[in-house]
């Protein structure tokens, strides 16, 4: 999520961001309607067969099928050079990484793309998440990361806890600047 609140940085190290959800494209068009990523590309992939499964990026458990949330850093041929794969649907923490790895790849910036899919549909769509709740969703999940935190028994768990901290403060962070832009 927060390589779509950066997609200046990404634009500028020559990337796209590409969104690719279960999510049917009505849902998607009303995604991109709602939420402030003008560059961002949204891609449905309802039941994971074009793009999540054979990328190995679909979870047939979780809420009968859904999108790992992943990066993925594709050179100019198509190559991967560098993935991360989130170990749960929350999992979102390594996105610097991500984006130094495309920033190796020393490519020119681009300009940015469109973006979409657009379609005229409701974007207020039942259960849909909105852009108002962005913040206190992540101020939530941050005191809870703090109090598992400190209840956590070993160093694994501390890790945890304190990774999922660290990942709200930059989406957060990143929510923040986007609304100032």
């Keep these: 999520m ?10 500028r190290a020559g990337g796209e961001v590409i969104a690719v959800s279960v999510d049917d494209a009505e849902r998607q068009a009303a995604m991109f309607a709602r939420w402030p990523t003008p560059h961002i590309w949204y891609q449905s992939d309802p039941a994971g067969d074009t793009y999540l499964r054979p990328l190995d990026l679909f979870d047939p458990v979780e809420r ?3 999108a790992v949330p992943a990066s993925l850093v594709l050179d100019p041929d198509g190559n991967e050079v560098y993935r991360d794969r989130g170990r749960d649907f929350a999992d979102r923490t390594r996105q610097d990484e991500t984006l130094r790895a495309l920033e190796a790849l ?3 910036a681009i300009d940015p793309p469109a973006g979409g899919p ?5 974007t207020d769509q039942r259960g849909a998440f909105q852009p ?13 990361a703090l109090a598992i935190g400190g209840r956590a028994d070993g160093d694994e768990a501390k890790a945890l806890a304190r990774e999922h901290r660290h990942m709200c403060d930059d989406t957060l962070a990143a929510w923040d600047a986007l609304k100032r832009s």
């Excluded at 927060?2 to 634009?11: D, G, M, P, T, Y």
């Excluded at 657009?118 to 409701?122: L, T």
């Design 106 to 108: 020393g490519l020119g």
């Design 132 to 144: 108002r709740m962005m913040s206190p969703y992540f101020r939530g999940n941050r005191s809870a």
């Design 64 to 66: 009968d099928g859904i």
């Design 118 to 122: 657009v379609a005229d549909v409701a």
């Design 2 to 11: 927060r390589l779509a609140f950066e997609a200046q940085r990404v634009h």
